[in-house]
C-alpha cells in the first residue's frame, strides 16, 4: 500500500501558479514492478480526468494535452515527493486535484481505472 497525501492547493487569479505537491509513504517499491505516480482532477459534475503521470524509476513523463507546456510534474526522491507546477493557470483549470499512483510493468493510462492509490484531494480554484 501506498498512502499519499496532497497539499498546496488555493485560490489564484488566471495567469497565476502553484505548485501541488504529494507526500508518500508506506510500501514505494514492489520487486519486478515500476511505482507511477500521477495527478488527475475532478471538477463537480464531471468525471476525474488525468493530468500528468511519472514513472518514478525512469523518469518518463506524460501529459494531458491540456495542460501541455503549462504544467510540470516532477519527483524529488530524497523525500519521496511529487510536484505538480501548474503555471498560467485558466478558469478550467478549476477542480479538485487528486494524486494517485500505481504499480504497473508497463505505462497506465491517464485514465482513472489504470490507477489504484489515491489521496484526499485538494481544491484549486482560478478566477478571472
Known amino acids: 500500500e501506498v498512502r499519499l497525501v496532497e497539499s498546496g492547493g488555493g485560490s489564484v487569479q488566471a495567469g497565476g501558479s502553484l505548485r501541488l505537491s504529494c507526500a508518500t509513504s508506506?510500501?514505494?517499491?514492489?520487486?519486478?514492478?515500476?511505482?507511477?505516480m500521477g495527478w488527475f482532477r475532478q471538477a463537480p459534475g464531471k468525471e476525474r480526468e488525468g493530468v500528468a503521470g511519472?514513472?518514478?524509476?525512469?523518469?518518463?513523463?506524460d501529459y494531458a494535452d491540456s495542460v501541455k507546456g503549462r504544467f510540470t510534474i516532477s519527483q524529488d526522491t530524497a523525500n519521496k515527493m511529487v510536484h505538480l507546477q501548474m503555471n498560467s493557470l485558466k478558469p478550467e483549470d478549476t477542480a479538485m486535484y487528486y494524486c494517485?499512483?500505481?504499480?504497473?510493468?508497463?505505462?497506465?493510462?491517464?485514465?482513472?481505472?489504470?490507477?489504484?492509490?489515491w489521496g484526499q484531494g485538494t481544491q484549486v480554484t482560478v478566477s478571472t
Open positions: 494517485a499512483a500505481t504499480f504497473r510493468r508497463w505505462w497506465p493510462r491517464l485514465q482513472r481505472e489504470d490507477w489504484d492509490q
Open positions: 508506506g510500501d514505494t517499491a514492489r520487486h519486478g514492478y515500476n511505482l507511477y
Open positions: 511519472i514513472n518514478t524509476d525512469s523518469d518518463s513523463i
